[in-house]
């Protein structure tokens, strides 16, 4: 499907652009650079324990509080109903993806959907373990503080799967991914 663009002298241009839809809206967006945000910054930059850091960890436990409850409420592609991946869709994805018969998904992939909700999880876990330290009946617990480090370092590794994952995708599908998750537009 492609798009008739007109010039101002009224001439269709000699190679008109593919249509765009909306994919995902403006709270999934923010989610989504708000979570990379926070993660670059508690990661990398904020000191462990320091007010930064805790209020950025907060700031992702509502951002999260708000895209779980707009995976139910929200536009088509937001919703947990669009993307939830079965077993049977991800075996699906793998063997179209192994006899290269792959579909495009307009929204989150069956494996893709696997990342995020897991990403998702981790993330609900760091908050919780994060908060579970400022208490007094978990005060300098090694353990926790250990399952807590664990968690964070392990959505690193699973941030930079899933970026890798989305420039291979992008390069697959010929569609800039990265860019589609700042328009909120995807080739139709």
């Not at 709270?27 to 324990?49: K, P, S």
């Not at 947990?80 to 869709?89: E, I, R």
């Not at 699906?92 to 696997?114: C, K, Y």
Request: contains cysteine.
């Amino acid at each position: 499907m492609t798009e008739t663009v007109t010039t101002r002298e009224g001439h269709e241009p000699s190679n008109p652009r593919p249509a765009k839809v909306k994919v995902w809206d403006p709270i999934v967006r923010l989610f989504h650079w708000t979570v990379v945000a926070a993660c670059v910054l508690n990661l990398f930059i904020l000191d462990e324990g320091k007010y930064w850091h805790r209020m950025t960890g907060y700031t992702v436990a509502a951002a999260l509080a708000v895209r779980f409850l707009w995976g139910f409420i929200g536009t088509r592609h937001a919703r947990f109903s669009d993307f939830f991946p079965t077993p049977s869709k991800i075996m699906s994805q793998i063997f179209d993806m192994i006899d290269g018969t792959e579909e495009r998904s307009l929204g989150h992939n069956p494996l893709a959907s696997v990342m995020m909700l897991l990403l998702m999880i981790l993330l609900a876990a760091t908050c919780l373990t994060g908060w579970m330290m400022t208490l007094d009946a978990f005060w300098g617990e090694k353990w926790l503080e250990q399952l807590h480090g664990t968690i964070a370092n392990s959505i690193m590794v699973l941030a930079f799967l899933h970026a890798a994952a989305a420039l291979i995708e992008s390069w697959r599908h010929r569609e800039n991914l990265v860019w589609a998750m700042v328009t909120g537009r995807k080739r139709a």
